[in-house]
C-alpha cells in the first residue's frame, strides 16, 4: 500500500544516506514517468512519418530501413552498458546527460537535409535513449526502498511506457495535419526540458559506492551480441534466413554473448552477474517480459494495417483506435501492488498473462466487417492483463537486486524487451506473411508484373490494384483483404498458446517469490 506523503523520509545507499521526503520521492517519480512517456511515444511515432519523411528526403529501400531501425540498434546495444554507467558515475547524472543529448539530437534529427544524417541522428537519439530508460528504473528501485510503494512506483512506470505506445501514432497524427514530418521530433524538445529543469531540482543522486571499472571488452561484447542478434532477427524477417548478413550477424551476435557471458563469471565487478539466471524469480520474470512483448509488437503492427488498410481508416483515426488498450494497460500496472497483495507474484502474472491470451482469441475471430465494439472488450481485457504482467516482472526483476546494482538490472530487463519485440515482428510477421500469401486466390488475367507485389504484403498488393482496371483491381482488393484477415486469425491464434503457455509456466515459476525480499538476502547473496 501507499503511504501517506509526509512519511518518514527514506535513505539511498552508497550516497552518505542522502534523505528524500516522501513528497520529493513522489515528484522523482514523476520526472521518471515523464521521460519514459517520451521515449515510447518516439519509438512509434516515426511509423506515421515515413511516408512524408521518404518524399522529401528521396531515402533508398535500404535507406528507409535504417532510418526506422538505427534508434532500436542504438538502444539495444547499449543499454546494458549504460545501466552499469549509471549505477558507477550515479543515475541523476547519467539521466540528464542523456535528456540534454536527447533533445540536441530531437532538433538534429527534425530538420535533417538528407537521410544520411537523419540516419545518423537516429543512432543519437538511441544511444541518448539507452541512458534514460534504465536510469529512469534504477531511480526509482533506489528512492522507493519500502517494497509496498516500490511496487506501486513501478506499475505507474510501466503503466506510462503503455501509454506512450499508444500515444505515439495520436500524436503522429494530429501533427502530420498540420506539419511537417519534423515536427514529430521536435515535440521532444519541450518535454525533455521540463525533465532536465525538474529533474537538477528534484532528483537525488545515488550510485553504486563499490562500483570497479567498466571492462571494455565486456562492453564491445554486449554491443556486438545484442546488435548483431536484432539484426539477424529483423533481415532474416523480411529476407528469409539464408542470407549471408543474416547468417554472419546471427553467429557473430550468439557468440559475443557465449563469450560475453562466460567472462562476467570472471570479473569482479560484471556488467551483469549471470549468477542471478539461477534465480528462478528473475529468470521467469525476464522471459515472461521478453514473450509478453513478442506478442504485443507484432499485434500493434497487425491493427495498424487492419485499421487504415482493411476499415479505410486515416492513421489519426487508427491511432485513436488503439488508445484504450494503452491506457488500459495503464490501469493494469496501477493496480498491480494491490493485487500482490492479495494473491501474490505468481497469480497476478498469471492472471495477466491469462487475459492476455483471452484477448487473443477474439482478434482471431475477427472479419472483414467487424465493428470496432468488437475489439474494444479483447482491447481492454488485453491491455489490463499486460499491464499487470510488464508491472510485476519489472518490480520483481528489481527486486532481486542489491539497490546498488539497479541500473545493471534495468539494463536486464529493458534489454528482453527489446529482443521480445524484435522476435514478434520476425518471428509472428513471417507467419502473418506466410499464411496471406498461401491462401492468397489470384484472380485471372493479372498482368505479370503485377502478381509478386500483390503476393508480397497486403499494402503492396492495395498499391498494385490501384494501377489495375477498376474490376480487376476490386477483386485483387477483397481477395488480399480476406486473405490478410485469415493470416490475422491464425497469427492471433498461434500467439494466444504461446501466452498462454507462459501464464502457466510463470504460476509455478514464480510460486513461493515473496512480496518482499530483505535487503540482507540480497547482500548475501551478491557477496
Not at 124 to 153: C, D, H, K
Not at 262 to 282: G, H, M, N
Not at 410 to 418: C, G, Q, R, T, Y
Request: some cysteine; charged content about 10%; hydrophobic content about 55%.
Amino acid at each position: 500500500m501507499v503511504r501517506d506523503p509526509s512519511a518518514a523520509p527514506v535513505t539511498l545507499t552508497g550516497m552518505n544516506h542522502i534523505p528524500v521526503s516522501g513528497r520529493r520521492k513522489w515528484a522523482t517519480l514523476v520526472i521518471a514517468c515523464l521521460a519514459v512517456l517520451l521515449l515510447a511515444i518516439d519509438l512509434t511515432v516515426l511509423h506515421l512519418a515515413l511516408p512524408r519523411l521518404a518524399a522529401d528526403l528521396s531515402p533508398s529501400a535500404t535507406q528507409i530501413l535504417w532510418i526506422s531501425d538505427a534508434y532500436g540498434f542504438a538502444l539495444a546495444g547499449l543499454l546494458i552498458t549504460m545501466g552499469n554507467i549509471g549505477d558507477r558515475i550515479g543515475r541523476k547524472r547519467l539521466l540528464l546527460i542523456g535528456s540534454a543529448a536527447f533533445g540536441a539530437a530531437s532538433l538534429v534529427t527534425a530538420y535533417a537535409p538528407s537521410a544520411e544524417l537523419l540516419i545518423a541522428a537516429r543512432v543519437l537519439l538511441g544511444v541518448a535513449g539507452a541512458t534514460i530508460m534504465p536510469s529512469t528504473l534504477s531511480i526509482i528501485r533506489n528512492v522507493f526502498t519500502e517494497p509496498g510503494e516500490r511496487t506501486t512506483a513501478v506499475g505507474i512506470w510501466s503503466g506510462m511506457s503503455a501509454a506512450g505506445f499508444a500515444l505515439g501514432p495520436v500524436v503522429g497524427g494530429l501533427l502530420l495535419d498540420d506539419f511537417w514530418w519534423g515536427s514529430v521530433f521536435l515535440i521532444n524538445l519541450p518535454v525533455m526540458a521540463l525533465v532536465l529543469i525538474g529533474g537538477a531540482l528534484v532528483l537525488p543522486e545515488s550510485r553504486n559506492p563499490r562500483a570497479g571499472r567498466l571492462d571494455p571488452a565486456s562492453v564491445l561484447l554486449s554491443v556486438l551480441g545484442m546488435v548483431g542478434i536484432i539484426y539477424a532477427i529483423k533481415e532474416a524477417a523480411t529476407g528469409g534466413l539464408a542470407q549471408t548478413n543474416v547468417l554472419v550477424s546471427a553467429v557473430v551476435g550468439v557468440l559475443s554473448m557465449v563469450v560475453f557471458a562466460k567472462r562476467q563469471t570472471r570479473l569482479t565487478e560484471p556488467l551483469i552477474d549471470v549468477r542471478l539466471f539461477r534465480s528462478r524469480a528473475f529468470t521467469a520474470s525476464v522471459g515472461s517480459n521478453l514473450v509478453a512483448i513478442f506478442g504485443m509488437s507484432a499485434l500493434s503492427l497487425v491493427f495498424a494495417w487492419y485499421f487504415q488498410l482493411v476499415l479505410g481508416w486515416s492513421p489519426l483515426q487508427a491511432g485513436l483506435a488503439g488508445l484504450p488498450g494503452g491506457m488500459s494497460a495503464a490501469v493494469g500496472g496501477m493496480i498491480a501492488g494491490t493485487l500482490i497483495s492479495w494473491w501474490g507474484r505468481a497469480r497476478v502474472v498469471a492472471l495477466g498473462l491469462a487475459m492476455a491470451s483471452v484477448s487473443f482469441v477474439f482478434y482471431s475471430q475477427m472479419g472483414l466487417d467487424s465493428t470496432y465494439l468488437y475489439f474494444l472488450a479483447p482491447m481492454i481485457i488485453g491491455g489490463v492483463g499486460m499491464g499487470l504482467t510488464f508491472a510485476v516482472t519489472n518490480d520483481t526483476v528489481l527486486a532481486s537486486v542489491p539497490r546498488e546494482r539497479a541500473g545493471a538490472a534495468a539494463a536486464i530487463s529493458e534489454s528482453s524487451f527489446e529482443l521480445g519485440g524484435a522476435l514478434g515482428i520476425a518471428v509472428l510477421g513471417s507467419i502473418l506473411s506466410g499464411f496471406y500469401r498461401t491462401n492468397l486466390r489470384l484472380p485471372a488475367g493479372l498482368p505479370a508484373e503485377a502478381v509478386d507485389p500483390i503476393r508480397e504484403s497486403l499494402p503492396t498488393a492495395l498499391e498494385a490494384a490501384s494501377a489495375l482496371p477498376v474490376e480487376l483491381a476490386t477483386a485483387v482488393a477483397a481477395t488480399a483483404k480476406q486473405s490478410f484477415v485469415d493470416a490475422i486469425a491464425v497469427t492471433t491464434l498461434a500467439t494466444s498458446v504461446v501466452v498462454a503457455v507462459l501464464a502457466v509456466v510463470s504460476l509455478f515459476g514464480l510460486r513461493g517469490v515473496p512480496d518482499v525480499i530483505p535487503e540482507e538476502v540480497l547482500a548475501e547473496a551478491h557477496s
